[in-house]
């Protein structure tokens, strides 16, 4: 069964500090892998993850993916109160068009 | 700017009570979603449409269905809503196959009364 796992399921930082999400797969073909912030509203795009060892980079964030190991991280370095949301990872296989959702990481960062 | 609209963004039906939620789209994307979102959980994808074709997830309920009368239209249609029915409605865009991400609208939270 496909299946996408996110780790942990919740995180309380402090502003300033580094966060490493985990995302692993298990998706029949694999395809691509992708990252969302969800904040009280529909999931953002963040980053799209095809190849294996390429970083991904977007100011604070990025993300790369491990395709032999099958999992992905998503990192926020110098975390903000605003990076406070729901990280959703999702993955896609050989069904092009389904998307499987990890039931997210939700990250809670303190002034 | 080109995006994703859903409409109503708030909705309450009485229960058993037919229900229309829309989506529209400027992104001419090829693909468009229904997602169900309840509280705390990830999106669960209840259908697709790749242009014309219509593809149901196994374990959607025959209570809900879905209409896309052209590329930028979509609509999610529950016969007879329940009370487990109540949810945030996500529809999301995709240009086309091979994994392209997916652009989502805001959602339509529909509470059933």
């Known amino acids: 069964e496909d299946k996408v796992v996110q780790s942990p399921l919740s995180l309380v930082v402090h502003e300033g500090d580094t966060v490493t999400l985990n995302c692993s797969y298990e998706?029949?073909?694999?395809?691509?892998l992708l990252w969302y912030k969800q904040e009280k509203k529909a999931p953002t795009f963040l980053f799209m993850l095809t190849s294996s060892g390429i970083e991904k980079k977007s100011g604070r964030l990025s993300s790369i993916l491990d395709k032999k190991e099958l999992f992905s991280i998503l990192n926020i370095t110098a975390t903000q109160t605003g990076d406070s949301a729901v990280y959703l990872c999702?993955?896609?296989?050989?069904?092009?068009?389904?998307?499987?959702f990890g039931s997210g990481t939700k990250l809670n960062v303190k002034p | 700017d080109a995006m994703v609209i859903q409409n109503p963004r708030y909705q309450v039906t009485q229960f058993g009570k037919p229900v229309t939620l829309s989506c529209s789209q400027t992104l001419n994307h090829n693909v468009m979603y229904w997602y169900q979102q309840k509280s705390s959980q990830a999106p669960k994808l209840l259908f697709h449409y790749y242009d014309k074709d219509f593809n149901n997830e196994a374990d959607t309920p025959d209570n809900f269905q879905s209409r896309r009368p052209n590329t930028s239209f979509c609509f999610l249609d529950i016969r007879s809503p329940g009370l487990g029915d109540a949810a945030r409605y996500l529809c999301a865009t995709s240009r086309g196959l091979e994994g392209y991400e997916q652009y989502f609208g805001p959602g339509t939270r529909l509470t059933v009364t």
């Open positions: 999702a993955s896609s296989g050989y069904n092009f068009n389904k998307f499987y």
């Open positions: 998706v029949t073909n694999f395809r691509s």
